[in-house]
């Protein structure tokens, strides 16, 4: 698909893109069904992103960032989902959990951990779904008692991405049990923690690559440093966060379906049926035709929501409708995609068949298709009550 200008990016991202581009092509692409084989990537991969700035770039000056703004960590998603690399989760370490510690972390905090985040060599997850809340995050049952100048933290959490690899995990808590969702904080729990395990690497059907874990906390004594912002605030600063986190899924379903779509047309084009190219078909032309489409309209909306999210200005509902169209958008371009491979498409050698299952997560986390539903429901019917 012939890209067109996106004013968004000047030289200098051009650049930093070109820089990325190799890295991902040299480094991870070959690599990657190996971490695949393995569900996990090396740690020192994070050290060689690190070093060539791809990782929490938009961190301020003084903790080894650029303190410009996101859009060279929106590069690095954008360019780990061309190649089709599900691992390693760049994005989530740097546009998911860093902005909570930069966002609400005391400056002893970001002081001692954020440098070690933009150099890879302290990798970031964020813990807040368990065995029984997901999309419901006022239902969490991991228990902080105060205790002496720190917290006890008892419970589990699973799903985690970053799990097993994570020196550092924002983890929420229930601080105050009789007040509902004004009672969870968030705290950071740290690698070598006392009574901080982790369990088994969990087998998914797609995205294997990425490390995604269990994680148990007995009897966790976490010092009160570790907290973000005020006590009780923690939905708060979740529901604040959310919707960055949105916008990142719709920038990776984007570009991983542009990146199908690519491969697709590549595929037609070389694919030879009854005496002409695949692509030669009507149905064929008319199938990539309809798909084209809808990813110039993706695109314009996705980049509509970054330039929201840079002029501040993304709110929860522009961010879970993108979520929700984008994320909705990859299942049917890689499905219909897959379709147009034929048998070779049900083949997991094949990039479409894997990016087929990889992309059936993407509607369901950071909030299922229902609840952006919801929220956007809601704010229909609140607008006309």
């Known amino acids: ?68 703004d996101i859009l060279f960590d929106v590069i690095t998603c954008e360019e780990l989902c061309r190649i089709g690399a599900t691992g390693p989760g760049f994005p989530l370490h740097s546009l998911i959990v860093a902005p909570y510690i930069q966002d609400f972390g005391g400056d002893s905090l970001k002081s001692r951990l954020l440098p070690g985040v933009v150099t890879g060599e302290k990798i970031a997850a964020i813990a807040m779904t368990e065995p029984s809340a997901g999309s419901d995050l006022a239902a969490i049952r991991t228990t902080a008692v ?27 808590c229930v601080t105050d049990p009789s007040k509902g969702a004004k009672g969870i904080s968030l705290l950071v729990l740290e690698r070598g923690m006392e009574g901080f395990s982790r369990g088994r690497n969990l087998r998914k059907i797609g995205q294997h690559a990425q490390d995604t874990a269990e994680l148990f906390f007995d009897n966790v004594f976490v010092p009160a440093d570790n907290l973000l912002g005020e006590e009780g605030r923690g939905f708060a600063y979740m529901m604040h966060e959310l919707a960055q986190e949105r916008m990142l899924v719709s920038v990776q379903c984007q570009a991983r379906a542009e990146a199908v779509f690519e491969q697709t047309v590549a595929y037609t084009a070389e694919r030879r049926a009854f005496g002409k190219r695949v692509l030669d078909f009507q149905n064929t032309r008319f199938t990539l035709a309809g798909l084209r489409a809808e990813l110039m309209a993706g695109r314009a909306f996705c980049d509509n929501l970054i330039a929201l999210r840079l002029q501040g200005r993304l709110d929860a509902v522009q961010a879970s409708a993108g979520k929700l169209w984008h994320s909705e958008l990859l299942g049917r371009v890689t499905d219909a995609c897959l379709q147009l491979h034929g048998g070779y498409g049900y083949m997991a050698e094949y990039p479409v068949a894997q990016a087929f299952v990889d992309a059936r997560i993407e509607r369901i986390y950071a909030g299922t298709s229902e609840i952006m539903k919801e929220i956007i429901g809601r704010d229909i019917a609140s607008s006309v009550s």
């Open 1 to 68: 698909m012939s890209e067109s200008p996106r004013s968004l990016f000047d030289d200098d991202h051009a650049q930093f893109r070109a820089s990325v581009r190799r890295f991902c092509e040299e480094r991870i692409a070959p690599n990657h069904a190996g971490w695949a084989e393995a569900h996990c990537v090396p740690r020192e991969v994070w050290a060689e992103a690190g070093a060539l700035g791809m990782l929490g770039a938009w961190l301020p000056e003084e903790y080894g960032g650029t303190g410009t």
């Open 146 to 172: 105060r205790e002496g100048n720190g917290w006890r933290v008892n419970g589990q959490k699973t799903f985690i991405t970053n799990g097993q690899n994570a020196d550092l995990v924002v983890t929420a």
